[in-house]
Each structure stands twice: as C-alpha cells, then as structure tokens.
C-alpha cells in the first residue's frame, strides 16, 4: 500500500463507481437532448462526415499511448517523478509524430473521402484535439491511482456541456459542419484546463531507460490486447460491410447497441474503478478477494435484471414507438447479444483483477483466444445463417467466460456461483413473472406498470434470497460515498 490505505481504498472505489454512474446518466441525457436539437438543425451527410473523421482520429489514438498511463496505474510501488516524465515523453514522441502526420495528410485524406473545407478544418480541429488529450494524461493518472473519481468526472462534465452548448448555438446561427469544429476546439481547451487545475503536474520531459523498459513490459502486452479488441470488432465490421447489405449491418449494430445498454451503464463504470483499486490491494489477496466478491455481487445484481427486462420489454417497444417496426429483423440476433453481455459482464472484471494484479500475458492469451474465435467462428456462422450468425458465435464465445475463471483461481479466492446465485435466481422469478403479464400487453402504460412491478419483485427476492444482505451491502455503500 503506497499513496492511500486500505480503508480508503473501500471508502473511495465506492464513492468512484457511484459518482461515475451518476454522471454517466447526468451526461447521457444532456448527449441525447443535444442528438435530438443537432438532428433538427443539420442534415444527415453533416452528421455522417463527423463521425467518419471521429472514427479516423479513434483509430489514431490506438498507437499514441502502448499501454503506459495503464502500466503507472497499475504500478505497485508509489509512483516517481522519473516515471512521470517518462511516460509523459513516449507519449508526446508518439503523439507528436501522429499530429505531424496526419496534419501533413490532412488534404489527401480530405480527398479520399471527398470532404469539403469545412470537413478538412474538422479533421485538423480533431487532430489538435487529440494533442490536447494527450497532455491529460498525466493529472489523469495521478487522480486514478488515488481513486479520485470525484474529481475526475467534473473535466468530463464540463467538456460535454461546453461541446453541447457551442456546437448546438452555432448549428442553429447555420454554421453546419463548422459547429463540430468550434466545440471539439472548445472542448479540448476546457478539459485540459479544468484537470491541471484539480490536479496539477508541472510538465517535464526526461527519460529513464529503466523507467520506460519496467513500464513497457507490462504497456505493450496492455496495448496490444487494445489493438487485438480492435481486429475483433472494429476490423470485423468492416469485412461484414463487404459480404452482407448495409441494412443489415444496420440490423446487428442496433441488436447489440440495445443488448449492451445494461452492460455500458453500469460495468463501464465499475471497471474504470476497480482496476486502480484492485491495483492497490495486489499485495493483500485476501482484500482482493473480497473485492472481487462484492464487484460480482452488485454487477450481477444490476446487469442481470436489466438485461431480463430488455428481453421482455424490446418486442412490444419495437410495435408501441412509431417507425420502429423496421428493426423487428433484428430481434433475434438482440436476445442473443443479451447472452453474450452477460457472459461479457462475467469475464471482464475477471481479466480486470488479472491486470490489476501484473498478469497481462494472461489476458493478452485470452484476446487473442477470443479474436482468432470471432474470425473463425464469425464469417462461417455469417455465410450458413445470415446476419445472424455474428450474433449466434457472439453469445458461443461468451461461453469461454469459464477459462477467466479458472486463471483468477490460480491468484485470488473468489466466490463466483455464491455471489451470483442470489440475482439470478430472483431474475428467473422476474422472467416468469414478465412472461406472464407481458405477453399480450397492447398499451404502453401497461409495459411502464409492468416493468415497476418487476422492479419490485426483483428486490423482495433479492431480499429474501440473500437474507437482507442486499439492504446492508448498500447502506455500507451509501456510508462510504457519504464519507
């Protein structure tokens, strides 16, 4: 234990995993109800040219970092100001060369994809955007390993509001694509501001040779598992656009968008928290056991009743929203996705504790298990059944859930079935209860009533289930996000 103690671990992973859920629904809404205006006052193509020079500037950021900001995070000993600068100067190296790059480029790719003026500025204001980023980094870092995440979420906040209320005012003044370019400047500036004020870091440059080859061991095996997760999905997405029609593409973006809803809202959340805390209790097992036990418990408690809802709640929102009915199709291949998040929200705090803990290698084995499956499976799958296949080897390879299991046993004691047993046996209870009521529901104020009703069953069982363990587990919650 370096920085902080034990207790405050408990008392800040807590209050982090808290603070970040409320926020993300605070910055979920203010994203939709800018969605909504920005689809009032701009056309399609303008929305399409910015998340196409969005997609180009992410696929950037997947070399500007080779693991670094995770390998400080997860450092056992305290962090020193070698470490820092040199990680700071890989990063600005790396960073520096991407900007130089892609600023030079800037005109051909504006060209490959037939961008006019105003969409070459929006790839120049993304790429200075990035630079900004990068220069966060390292106050980031500082307020991980601290487990400060009330103050790393306020940058977060202030950066959604200023790009919403800049590029919103000037979509309606007709600046068209124009407003992306002002508000991702807009934001940029802001965040780096506002996360030097919380926490300050006079920027240095040097380099350690030791440094930089301890923290690339276990940086590179990270990043690579990022890179792997990106010829997985991203890549993947890319070869179904050349063997199946862009509708149903469309159709397996929005089964797993919805399927994943439970799985981005609450584990997200609690993944971001818990590797830093998990970090920090590496030298105490037992701690992490326990750690584990309860980051099983409650996401099992919230993900799986989410997701039985979504299962019964989809088909009669598909018939109730208008124009909705076109994504019937697709209804299928969002159960199966459900499957696969679930098995998803099982592993990943399992391959979280692993590199928490130092194993990295391990994961990095898992990812590229999981990626070489995705490929085999995927396109075979695709070819015998349609669409549908990429959903069918989704929830197959959720499956494998059990190798993460047993290479966590190897390191920590870990009750997996006791802690999930409660929720699942009360989401069973839940799914028979909404197979009953739901099935031939026609009124959307039914489907509301229905759905409250489930939610309080779901907690009397829940409950009973776990002897009023559930009611203690949040008031210990409730205690440490208030102190």
């Excluded at 792997?228 to 509708?247: Q, S, Y």
């Excluded at 989410?306 to 299928?332: D, G, H, N």
Aim: aromatic share 14%; proline share 4%; net charge positive.
């Amino acid at each position: 234990m370096d920085e902080i103690g034990l207790e405050e671990v408990k008392k800040r992973a807590v209050g982090g995993v808290l603070a970040l859920t409320s926020r993300t629904f605070l910055l979920q809404i203010i994203s939709f109800l800018t969605t909504f205006l920005l689809t009032i006052f701009l056309a399609p193509s303008v929305f399409g040219v910015f998340f196409v020079v969005s997609a180009v500037i992410s696929f950037l950021g997947y070399f500007s970092d080779i693991g670094l900001a995770a390998a400080l995070i997860q450092k056992r000993e305290a962090v020193t100001e070698d470490d820092l600068k040199t990680t700071f100067t890989i990063q600005q190296v790396l960073v520096g060369a991407i900007v130089i790059i892609a600023l030079l480029l800037s005109r051909q790719l504006s060209s490959f994809y037939n961008l006019d003026t105003a969409g070459l500025w929006l790839f120049r204001a993304l790429v200075v955007s990035f630079f900004l980023s990068s220069l966060k980094t390292i106050p980031s870092i500082l307020l991980e390993r601290k487990l400060a995440f009330n103050k790393l979420v306020i940058p977060q906040i202030l950066e959604t509001n200023a790009f919403s209320l800049i590029v919103v005012v000037l979509a309606v003044k007709g600046f068209g694509l124009t407003s992306f370019t002002w508000a991702v400047l807009a934001r940029g500036v802001i965040g780096l501001a506002a996360i030097y004020v919380l926490s300050p870091w006079k920027i240095g440059i040097g380099f350690s040779k030791t440094v930089a080859k301890r923290l690339l061991s276990f940086g590179l095996p990270f990043q690579a598992n990022s890179i792997l997760a990106l010829i997985k999905d991203d890549l993947f997405t890319i070869f179904l656009g050349k063997v199946l029609p862009f509708n149903q593409i469309g159709y397996i973006g929005w089964a797993k968008k919805w399927a994943e809803f439970p799985l981005r809202l609450v584990m997200d959340n609690v993944i971001k928290v818990t590797f830093p805390a998990y970090a920090r209790l590496q030298e105490k097992p037992e701690y992490l056991g326990k750690a584990l036990d309860k980051s099983i418990f409650f996401l099992s408690f919230l993900i799986l009743p989410l997701s039985v809802a979504f299962v019964f709640a989809i088909k009669p929102l598909v018939f109730f929203i208008p124009k909705y009915l076109k994504w019937e199709p697709a209804l299928f291949s969002f159960y199966l996705f459900v499957i696969a998040s679930i098995f998803a929200g099982l592993s990943t705090p399992l391959t979280n504790v692993l590199n928490a803990i130092g194993k990295i290698k391990i994961t990095l084995y898992l990812m590229i298990v999981w990626t070489v499956l995705t490929w085999l499976l995927g396109p075979f799958l695709v070819f015998k059944l349609g669409f549908n296949g990429v959903a069918v080897s989704s929830a197959m390879i959720g499956l494998t859930v059990v190798i993460p299991v047993l290479m966590v046993k190897r390191f920590v004691r870990f009750h997996l079935v006791a802690n999930i047993m409660p929720s699942l046996v009360a989401s069973m209870i839940l799914a028979v209860f909404f197979y009953l009521t739901l099935a031939l529901t026609t009124k959307m104020t039914w489907l509301i009533f229905v759905l409250l009703m489930g939610s309080i069953i779901y907690l009397v069982s829940v409950y009973i289930l776990t002897k009023g363990r559930i009611f203690e587990e949040a008031k210990t919650l409730w205690q440490n996000f208030r102190s």
